[in-house]
């Protein structure tokens, strides 16, 4: 996918500019010396790794706005969670958030079974939401909600035509984790695939809680599947491209971009080469969007490069801030 990082974030963030704004100044009256921001992430269980890059992202930019004064001159403090890619626990959360003496201004989350959860206690307390979610059902009725990633949708719009055109696939299996957003991501690609002349010859949902998927994946492929689509994270998606790999099978895999991550290479092994994903671009010496300061103070930060996450995060809080920022000179 050759879109940049950018376009999902900032699509919207015009468009909520000065709600955002009517939103401070509903604040308590009394002057404050902080801003607080959310920041809602599985740090532990099967989605750690992609949360922990996304706290890491958002960390920075805010670091970086405070260092040219915070937000609206005042600073930002962060309130950092582990929702460990429970619903329940985000809900939780979000509610002891929204009760506390000081309410966020903004959270920012990931996870879409999470945030969609978490969504009606932020609507209803008028705080923003900015989330890095794909769930298509996620922006519908919203108020004071962002999306900073591609939707389902979007996602389908270049995962058919490369399963369909590039790859020349007639028919194709699709084994989808079973929470929120793999879900919509397999909706829209059957949806789209049957459009566009694919068949389907399976649709398995698999847990990734329980990374044995020996049976499943046995019961699904057979000698007449070409070519499988699979959409997870975490350990979950690495262990069950090892188990389809282990059965035999010889055809096409193809994912997203959240394969590239430590846990799904570890899990996996091996039986990651050659699997196909899509993955958005971006080039790390461009000025664009701040890009050239953040890889370089990433890398500073944390001894490490950033993934994509990381950096959707970064932009989508840099961008959200700065924009604050830029609108109250005007």
Known sequence: MKNRIA???????????????????????????????????????????????????????????????????????????????????????IKKMVNDKQKPFVVYSIVSGVTMAMRPETESNKVILMAAV?????????????????????????????????????????FYANNEYSTSVKNAVEEMGKNAGLSFQFSQPFDEKI????????GSITNNTKCVFIDGIGTGLGSIIKQIRETGYKGLIVTTPLVKFPDVLTAAGNAIKDVRYLDFSYDEGSAEYNNNSFVKNYRARYNS?????????????????????SLQKL
């Open 7 to 93: 376009i999902a974030s900032a699509a919207t963030m015009f468009v909520a500019m000065f709600l955002l704004l009517g939103c401070f100044g509903n604040q308590n009256s009394k002057e404050q010396d902080t801003v607080k921001i959310g920041i809602v992430v599985p740090l532990s269980g099967n989605g750690a790794v992609l949360g922990s890059h996304s706290k890491q992202g958002a960390e920075l930019a805010v670091e970086e706005i405070n260092a040219k004064g915070g937000l609206l001159g005042k600073k930002i403090v962060l309130d950092i969670q582990d929702s460990k890619s429970e619903p329940k626990e985000g809900v939780s959360i």
């Open 134 to 174: 794909g769930t298509d059902k996620f922006m519908p009725n919203s108020n004071y909600t962002i999306r900073n990633y591609l939707s389902a949708t979007s996602v389908a719009k270049h995962v058919v035509p490369y399963i369909k055109d590039s790859l020349k696939m007639e028919q194709i299996g699709i």
């Open 211 to 218: 990374p044995d998927y020996k049976s499943l994946v046995s």
């Open 305 to 325: 490069d950033p993934t994509n996450f990381a950096y959707i995060s970064y932009e989508g809080v840099y961008l959200l801030l700065s924009k604050i920022n």
